[in-house]
């Protein structure tokens, strides 16, 4: 799309920890070539079958403090003892170029996002209840009990954060329901196509 007249749209998806964001942003990814994944960067270890670059941006402790004190970063937090971020540079160019770009984040960084960019369009993905979720987690079977149960303590502050600082919430107890909502919302708030 470059040489056009359109500027891109920022979306921020938010929710949970295992509530369901990358189904859904895959989802949204693969019907609609005008949007684009803004890829994280992150201290943390790769996991099974993840790729730099592809995944994440995998980077060293040092390398990620040098982007922060340099402000190359949108936003960033600590996770559950690791950092993660969102560059800036990809971002601000492929919106410049007309691509829409997706940004998969947890919901301190979205709120950092909001306050830089308030034009970006907030999804908040919740789950059915912090049952359901814990269901999840312990299907993903990635974490252990004491990391579990530190993510759904972080899970309830986020579904009540999310209930206020969100522009669209998308609940996602049966997929294809949110598939659909998800997708709804994105053709109402992208505009049209050059």
Known sequence: MAGSSR?????VVSGPSGVGKGTLVRELLSRYPRLELSISATTRPPRVGEVDGRDYHFLREDDFEQKVRNGDLL???EVF???YGTLAAPVRQALEEGQDVVLEIDVQGARQVMRSMPEAVSIFVRPASLGQL???LRKRGTESEEQ???R???AAWEMEEGA???RHQVLNDRLEEAVR???SIYESESGPAD
Do not use: T
């Open 7 to 11: 500027k891109g749209r920022l979306f």
């Open 75 to 77: 936003e960033w937090a």
């Open 81 to 83: 003892g690791h950092r």
């Open 134 to 136: 814990e269901e999840r």
């Open 148 to 150: 579990l149960r530190s």
């Open 152 to 154: 759904l303590e972080k």
């Open 164 to 166: 206020k600082l969100f």
């Open 181 to 183: 909502d998800i997708c």
